[in-house]
């Protein structure tokens, strides 16, 4: 018992006194105190303070937000949506132009004018500041549980 | 109303349903970010920002799960990236108490010290120990709201609260039973 390092005896029995078990039995950690007052002293001080700690509380907020984040939720919504979806439908018209331009009969296009499409998406993603391939790690966890 | 019932309508369009959801978190709200930020102007700045982050992100939210846990995640995201994005963190000036409120257990000269040490912390240690001691989380709440398992908790509280008596012996303080 006494190859047991100070500091793990002393975390154990702190976390012990916060409800929580360790490892460590509490029996381990008797023996070890019995024959260690370094740690008997730093267990003292600790749980004194951690018994100050408890009689404390949070200065709470008296501040009121809401006009604040009021003002700016409009704003969300406009970037999030209205700037998307209208940034999509000028895609979607290009693309279509670009595909009745390849339709039109006799017309022989270079091979790099079928790079036009890819190019005019990763304009649209770029502009929009999104990452098409980003998978929502929260919504992925979310559809597991 | 209740929180499900705001987000509901939050998430139909209404924006004056989240009126009540910031009404009824911001006092709360405030209070953590300046125990991480040290700072309540900081704080103020940051909840704000946590709210409008919230509001983007309703969609996401569980609604059999509760809302403040859910929020306090995107609350620190936002006070730790405030935080790191200043090269020096201007602290209060510990004579304001902005992370205790005033307490009759202690004496108001100890209260003061006591401030001034959590102020001397990392946020993360600041954020760990008044969690802990000031709305009283278990390991199994601090683990969840953290991302970190319970040993984890178990090993940076302790450190935590060393440094914390170590700052408290430094400035003299006699607000302990035992001589630190």
Redesign the interface.
């Known amino acids: 018992m006494s190859d047991l390092k100070c500091?793990s005896v002393?975390?154990?029995a702190?976390?012990i006194a916060?409800?929580?078990q360790?490892e460590l039995s509490s029996q381990q950690i008797e023996i070890h105190l019995a024959s260690c007052a370094n740690c008997r002293e730093e267990l003292?001080?600790?749980q004194?303070?951690?018994s100050?700690?408890?009689?404390?509380?949070?200065?709470?907020?008296?501040?009121?937000?809401?006009l604040?984040?009021?003002r700016?939720?409009?704003e969300?919504?406009r970037t999030?949506t209205s700037r998307g979806s209208a940034s999509f439908m000028v895609l979607g018209a290009l693309l279509l132009g670009y595909r009745l331009v390849e339709l039109i009969p006799d017309r022989d296009f270079s091979f790099l004018f079928k790079f036009v499409p890819v190019l005019l998406v990763i304009a649209a993603f770029s502009y929009l500041r999104e990452n098409p391939f980003k998978i929502?790690s929260?919504?992925s966890l979310?559809g597991e549980s | 109303m209740d929180d499900n019932a705001a987000i509901e309508r939050c998430r139909a369009?209404d924006?004056?349903a989240?009126?009540h959801i910031?009404?009824r978190y911001?006092?709360?709200?405030?209070?953590?970010a300046?125990?991480i930020l040290g700072n309540?102007e900081d704080?103020?700045d940051a909840?704000?920002e946590a709210?409008?982050d919230a509001?983007?992100a309703l969609d996401?939210l569980?609604l059999n799960r509760r809302f403040y846990p859910w929020f306090y995640v995107v609350l620190r995201n936002r006070c730790y990236k405030l935080a790191h994005g200043r090269q020096k963190r201007e602290m209060s000036n510990a004579d304001d108490?902005?992370?205790?409120?005033a307490?009759a257990?202690?004496r108001p000269e100890n209260s003061m010290l006591?401030e001034q040490a959590m102020l001397e912390l990392s946020a993360e240690d600041r954020e760990l120990?008044?969690l802990?001691?000031?709305?009283?989380l278990?390991?199994q709440e601090l683990a969840e709201r953290l991302g970190v398992p319970?040993?984890t908790?178990?090993?940076r509280?302790?450190h935590g609260?060393?440094k914390?008596?170590d700052r408290?012996a430094r400035l003299s303080f006699t607000?302990?039973?035992?001589e630190?």
């Open positions: 500091e002393s975390m154990a702190m976390a916060d409800g929580y360790p003292g001080q600790l004194e303070l951690s100050l700690l408890d009689t404390q509380e949070r200065r709470l907020g008296t501040e009121t937000l809401w604040k984040i009021e700016r939720l409009p969300v919504n999030s929502n929260e919504l979310e | 369009g924006n004056e989240f009126r910031v009404e911001q006092a709360e709200a405030i209070g953590h300046t125990a309540r704080a103020l909840v704000q709210f409008i509001f983007q996401q569980d108490m902005e992370i205790l409120a307490a257990t202690i006591l120990i008044t802990r001691h000031l709305d009283g278990s390991y319970q040993g908790i178990m090993s509280l302790y609260r060393k914390l008596r408290l607000g302990l039973k035992v630190l």
